[in-house]
């Protein structure tokens, strides 16, 4: 089969919607790429080594892929993770054989983009040329132009935000900081969860990580929540502009002193309660959004996902093996304190993110049309496709508008899908803008503003970049 | 930027479905406006005095656009809320200056087509005509034909339903009744929601209120319960033919008389606690439905709003100032008793709206399949949008068809933007009929005469007018 | 009004669309029908006896049908239901009175398609044909081509799943099978939802029918167990694929044995209190995931469904009467034992269905997009209509592809509506592909061959048929 994405992909069919959104979308196509909000390592613009093969670039890192080959069952340990001895070559050729098993999801819509505008393949992948396309990747991979700064200049980015532990020295930052050679930014995000629950086994040794990193002791509460100050101040120090938390619910609830301090205590010494642990992360939740209130990093909040749901996959493939999954989530009542609080503080600034999208015009909607702090953060996980973005839109302009919404996240550690991520987002906003022309809700001319602010203004306001 | 709304808006973009739609439109856009629920004041049209100001005409009451400005920064003070000192003309500034920010919402539609066919602008607002268009707008509230009775026969308003406390003495609408120079219907609605929780600090003075309103002493339920009975007469007696509760949820169910009777006085002496308060709403939200299922009164019901999201804002700028918020809601089981005691009775009508749109395909629709009692409520705050109002279309009528839908409601204190709410939902239901013919789930014909029933029909019966 | 369905029924409005759809429709329109959930009386095939009147065999077993004239206040009684003493002309009367009243219901687009393909009639059914069609249908019934067995093969059925008891002795399959006239595959679906709740008054009952079947002795939690083995070891000789279970909520977790024998015993005594009753029906569901983990019958699971929600109606009509009603469902969490302990077993096959359409994107796509066993079910009850498949197939086709999805099943009792029910499947995912086609998401050669897989061997190979 012939791979050749049409140009006016993902554009609405009736031709007289396609036209104009052709419009809106031709003004932005090439607009620098924003990315505020994603997890490529640092360490591959600094170190500017070429990727190692197709699978290591293509497959192996992103659990989009992995979980849908999984689903067909295809175990993990053929397709490079844990223990696999699986080759690249015959880990590309798994995935070649269940290209058909993609169609119609983002992933193949990504990948085929990829795979035209990065590779410039002509074939959709299959058995019959798996290895044929393997080594023209691999090819393609020995190129000079191909390494991550070459593409970081080819992709257009200007901005790039990563994804970092507040213990993590920065190291990456810092060299492509003082690496005249390079001129393109590259952002730290203060991720805080792994500090945030005293029931998790690893807590412990974390907040020693911390009080490492930090000089700070952690062996109270007081003094975690002094090391994470210390460590926001060094992650703005290096450009930090927002910090990123994860969390199973959005709770955020205010425990006194003592309460927070004891519940710290049975943390050390092992003795914590599920209910304590709860309460003290909706603390420590609430604590966070008051350190933005005073220093201004902008807040990003994904509540609402049960991370490895499948404990065997877990323990022998470890997290982020493709069973993250989506609860139904609250914002209304759980952020009612930090929002009483800090709700309309000039300072703070909270992006809401969800995977469950009957939030967006229930909650996140509502909420950012009212609160200046609250922004409606794009579509994410599951729901950063084509049908999950025109959702969002039709769901949120209602009660937001387009300039309470966040501007596009890709979110992604696959780095070679940064543009074609950014291009769906683009394509499908220029598409529901040129319904809202069409259907004589929006001007020409103020629509083809709101597509520029949409993927510069927009995102560059709400996350201060 | 010129204002020139399409008389094509909000059709479909196919052309042939349009065609059909425009033919569905042009047969329902001048039929009279029946208004069942809304909050515009009566006395505007006892008094009949002008309207004092653009900006209190069409700003500084109505929350759809305040709370949008507010998200943006621009404080309440600044918008004639509390104590604010700005003037209309400053009022007016700021909104003309955010024009750009309701791109794509309902408000924004709504004013576009407000501004064009009731005061003849020409332009976008903008800073740039802000004055000049304050002006103008001045200068057509001075005219005589701007006044509210004049603009009642300009809107083709046949019944305009206000609400009303309980304790209310209705004396504008006995006016209006008593007066022979109009000949509008304007009829209360009984909205007892101050009665039902005896947690609220200001249950007691509700209840003298209503004791002085009724001679019935309220210091007991029963007695609350047979004045509440009293004035839904009073009501009925001046042309009321419903009542409507807003409750936080839908549970409704039954007491016994000695616990009720505790509560009560739980209440007057300031001791119920928040358990104690929800069971007795939940218990006057049965006997509500008791009274409705006596009187032949339609039972509205709208629950699921968290009213005063932001305290310090309640506490500076009262109720009503933009942060009541959606809640998840559910009716299936909350209704369970009130329907298995009235469902099938005939006297017994019940229209259930929601904030929650899940709640339209999984609770209301398959409520209203079988119940003869049960009419789904027309799309309401936060989801009366265009899209909204399509949305409800395409989850509903799969399980309740048109006929156990309750026509359209524009629940408006905005009185000026009654004419563009009717017709917004006109032009999305000419689109829907339009839509189904064109895929071949109706005959033309057929879908003509539902697009009529719809506007006039539908609604005379649900709300027995 | 004249009856002529559209040949481009349900398909796209935009042309292009239209003409993609029309092609990939065309080639799958006469595809055998595989239906592997159904309602269908076994008995109807073995004995082909010829249908008794119109009523009886188009409205009266048909809640979809019942319920939405009840909702209009045509009781039960004038139905045919209970102890009614309507006639079936009379009855045809009351349905043929109320047409308008299902415009814009899939009820209304299956009953033209039978009214049209089956019968021939050229007209909607009114008040004034309604005589005429009435014994138009009956001359079509008095005719040898229209008993059941000659519309199996008119039909084009190939496969057709009953729904049994544990207990039933399956009489008419194994006629059928022993039948050499009949060529047909009519195989049963094993449904032991009565013997799952010891607090259910039937139960005691239904475990000595069940005995008696079995030869098992069932006064203790394993014997039921080993009866149930035993019988579903039986209904697999007679060519079941599949069990069914129908359940308030998804929660399936183990007890321990001495636990789960106490509650058995409770539920003999009468004791049992109904948080045990929930506990027992966890625990047995966990076991019906375990059995089909071990013998293969593909797992069918229907939660969310709140039976018989208006007393009255159920104590005089019986269940079925059209007051089933949606809940809403979980399912990430209810179900992580099970996926925990079967997940990933290579036998165990789990169809996931829902009557609440938030949980396609957010739990049903993400869960199948990651385990083995695990098929997202397609639109059931409530949800089975146009408009639904529509936004199931956006739903879940971005984290599940098509491939993890179950195929089409038509669910219904309704002998005659099956190939209707089929064909709006057809033409929906027709519409789908070629919405993916002219967007530049799928090609056009991969969109027909998906087009035919979902009606061929995805459900071919989801059900092991």
Redesign the interface.
């Known amino acids: 089969?012939r791979l050749s994405?049409?140009p006016?992909?993902?554009?609405?069919?009736?031709p007289?919607?396609r036209g104009l959104a052709r419009g809106f979308y031709d003004a932005v196509k090439n607009a620098p790429i924003l990315s505020p909000h994603g997890h490529v390592d640092p360490s591959i613009l600094s170190d500017d080594v070429p990727f190692s093969d197709p699978a290591d670039l293509l497959i192996v890192p992103d659990h989009y892929v992995l979980?849908?080959l999984?689903?067909?069952?295809i175990g993990l340990d053929r397709l490079g993770r844990g223990d696999s001895d699986a080759g690249a070559r015959e880990i590309w050729r798994e995935f070649a054989a269940s290209w058909?098993?993609?169609?119609?999801?983002?992933v193949?819509?990504w990948f085929e983009d990829t795979l035209h505008s990065v590779f410039g393949l002509t074939e959709?992948p299959s058995s019959a040329n798996a290895d044929e396309q393997f080594d023209q990747i691999s090819a393609w991979i020995a190129q000079p132009s191909s390494r991550p700064r070459a593409l970081f200049d080819r992709f257009g980015i200007e901005v790039l935000a990563t994804t970092d532990d507040p213990a993590d020295t920065l190291t990456a930052h810092r060299a492509l900081r003082d690496d005249a050679a390079f001129t393109g930014r590259v952002v730290p995000t203060f991720r805080p969860d792994r500090y945030m629950d005293p029931g998790n086994p690893n807590w412990t040794a974390a907040l020693e990580a911390l009080h490492a990193a930090s000089g700070i002791e952690c062996s109270t509460a007081s003094g975690l929540v002094h090391a994470l100050e210390d460590r926001r101040a060094f992650f703005q120090s290096l450009g930090a502009t927002a910090t990123d938390t994860g969390v199973v619910d959005a709770w955020a609830t205010r425990l006194s002193s003592a309460e927070l301090e004891r519940i710290h205590r049975a943390g050390l010494d092992g003795s914590v309660s599920p209910r304590e642990a709860r309460a003290y992360r909706a603390h420590m939740l609430w604590e966070l959004a008051r350190m933005s209130s005073e220093d201004g990093l902008v807040m990003q909040l994904h509540p609402g996902v049960?991370r490895s749901?499948?404990?065997?996959?877990l323990d022998r493939f470890g997290p982020d093996s493709?069973?993250d999954?989506?609860?139904?989530t609250?914002y209304?009542?759980p952020l009612?304190e930090v929002?009483?609080d800090f709700?309309?503080n000039?300072t703070f600034r909270l992006v809401l993110f969800t995977?469950?999208?009957?939030s967006f015009?229930?909650?996140l909607?509502?909420?950012?049309?009212?609160?200046?702090s609250?922004f409606v953060g794009a579509p994410w996980w599951?729901?950063d496709?084509?049908?999950?973005i025109r959702?969002f839109r039709?769901?949120v302009?209602?009660?937001?508008?387009?300039?309470?919404t966040s501007g596009f996240i890709d979110d992604t550690r696959a780095y070679l899908s940064i543009p074609a991520r950014h291009d769906v987002s683009r394509r499908m906003d220029a598409g529901w803008l040129a319904?809202?022309v069409?259907?004589?809700?929006?001007?020409e001319?103020?629509a083809a503003?709101?597509a520029r602010d949409l993927v510069d203004g927009i995102p560059r306001h709400v996350f201060r970049l």
Chains 1, 2, 3 share one sequence.
């Open positions: 089969m994405p049409s006016d992909r993902l554009f609405p069919a009736d007289a919607t979980r849908l999984h689903a067909h069952g058909h098993l993609f169609a119609g999801t983002p193949r819509f959709h049960l749901h499948h404990r065997p996959t493709g069973h999954l989506p609860l139904t609250h209304t009542e009612r929002l009483n709700g309309t000039e995977v469950d999208e009957t015009s229930r909650d909607a509502p909420l950012a049309g009212f609160y200046p609250v599951f729901l496709s084509p049908d999950g959702r039709e769901a302009t209602d009660s937001a508008g387009f300039y309470k319904t809202l069409v259907t004589g809700r929006l001007g001319e103020e503003t709101i």
